[in-house]
């Protein structure tokens, strides 16, 4: 029974020691107790920086390097405004691991990117793909394990240990604001399968891997980022549909789950995932078997900031189950000052430990698992490829994504080398915000719809029209375009979409072809217009979108995800 229990013998066989002096040794127990508890808080607090994964805004290293240096932070989140190429990525990645080493680390920085297709980094030169949701629609598990491989070579060899994906959700509400394209599908066991290849595949190609949301953010109507989201279905439609994934992802192996800012009516009316033992220890740990890290989506999300001071939240997480907190949207408030707010909520999660105000055993299984997964992630990025030919899975993932919802019974494909009028719905503004989400986010070079164009003019006699009294006339062949962009915190605009495929039905039906460089969650009706859908806005998929349009790619019959 170990010490105390030998002692609980020795009294009761010992007429000699009274009740005083009992009391004295049990004070005294007590006493050690606490004096013992008090160092090892006192421990714990001199390395909390260690619970800590946070960004900065620039290409500058210089404010991260002294968050590593003050605090021996776990690792950084990265975005396109850090690593816009693939040099840059390469070069930060370098300095930041040397500022650890030179505080004495003798563990590599935790360096993780919302690489998933959908969300990119490094745009300017890197392949990050058509997307999940184009994997789910192509149907190929081969496809999506070698396309996640080729993720994670790509990040790998440009200094990137965690990859923070794939998305487990599954996107069962067609007005999802956040999720949409990221997610593999609206099946539960669909996105299972694709997301135990993707992590099979990360892993293989040299990366650690993060499913994300648990315990799903599939079906939501509100972004996290702007506020705070309810999910009311029922416990056992929540274990059919928004865990079945993630039970499939811990199954293949993945290394970390990221928390959502969600509160599940069926799991814990009271706490959102991020702040609930329930979902954290009960759900995640107990049941489905999960012993890796635990990560925080930001912390910085309007979902918590609205409702909860910095430090409470952070010590809520921690106390729940949490391991890592992360700090990703800085970019949301960005005025100068954030460094400042970092270093205060460091400040106050120290002083939260020093006050014993996070559990003991919580916090030593924190720390030993942010160590084995940074242990872990050095052992991963020894393994190098050969080949660097990254593109081949984006493009054959593009060509076998694209369905073809509805054909009209009198159309016919234009004839190669013929006049097309191509009509973009979205006006062209509506993408200024697309490039300008301060590296969160997709990060496109250019539109899908400037890709589209340049591509068909390869087959065809292209004149850019609008949605004006100027074209009265039926053109030979006219093409209307439909883009959505999955972005953090906003919307983009589709307004003009039903107004502009109105429009387009007073010509007739049989000349006219609906392209959707998207998703097909919340389409206009186009009813009777032959319409295509790639699911997805990536150059790729536009790319593909035009050589189908001349006859180059066949594709398959009906909405994938109906």
Known sequence: ???????????????????????????????????????????????????????????????????????????????????????????????????????????????GVDQEGTWSVMAEDSHPGPGNLALGSAGDLALTQQRYYDIAQELSQSGMNLLLSPCADVNTNPLNAIIGMRSFGTNPKNVGDHVAAAVKGAKSGGVLTTLKHFP????????????????????????????????????????????????????????PATFSKVILQEILRDKLGFQGVVISDSMNMHALRKYYKPVDAAVAALSAGVDLIMLAEEHYDHDGDYQKRQRQLIDGVTKAIQDGQIPEDRLHSAFERIRNLRRLADRESTEKSKSSNWVNSSQKTAEKAMRLLQQHQD????????????????????????????????????????????????????????VDKILVDQPDHLVIILENYTLPGMDFDRSFDK????????????????????????LPETMPLTTLCTYSFREESAEAAAKWLAGVIKVRNGDAFI
């Not at 939501?220 to 549909?241: G, Q």
């Not at 340049?454 to 087959?459: G, I, V």
């Open 1 to 111: 029974m170990g010490r105390h229990g030998r002692c609980s013998r020795g009294y009761n066989a010992s007429p000699i020691l009274d009740s005083s002096l009992l009391s004295a040794l049990s004070y005294s127990r007590n006493d050690f107790r606490s004096s013992q508890m008090k160092n090892n808080y006192k421990n714990f607090a001199s390395k909390s920086g260690e619970l800590f994964l946070l960004a900065f805004a620039g290409e500058d290293s210089k404010p991260a390097v002294e968050m590593i240096q003050e605090y021996g932070l776990s690792g950084l989140y990265l975005s396109n405004d850090n690593i816009p190429n693939l040099n840059s990525a390469s070069s930060l990645s370098q300095v930041l691991q040397a500022a650890a080493i030179s505080r004495g680390d003798s563990l590599p920085l935790l360096l």
């Open 216 to 271: 799903g953010h599939g079906d939501t109507n509100i972004d996290s980022l702007r506020a705070l989201p309810t999910v009311t279905r029922s416990k056992k439609d929540v274990w059919a549909i928004d865990l079945a994934p993630f039970r499939d992802g811990i199954k293949a192996g993945v290394d970390v789950v990221m928390t959502s800012h969600i509160l599940y009516e069926a799991l814990d009316p009271e706490n």
């Open 411 to 466: 159309w016919s494909f234009p004839k190669v080398g013929s006049k097309l009028s191509v009509v973009r719905a979205s006006a062209e503004r509506a993408f200024d915000p697309v490039i300008k989400t301060r590296g969160i986010g997709p990060n496109p070079r250019k539109s899908s719809f400037d890709y589209f164009v340049a591509e068909l003019k390869y087959f065809f006699e292209v004149q850019i029209r609008e």
């Open 499 to 522: 107004t502009t495929i109105d429009w387009a039905k007073k010509f007739t039906a049989s000349r006219i072809t609906v392209v959707a460089l998207r998703d097909s969650f919340d």
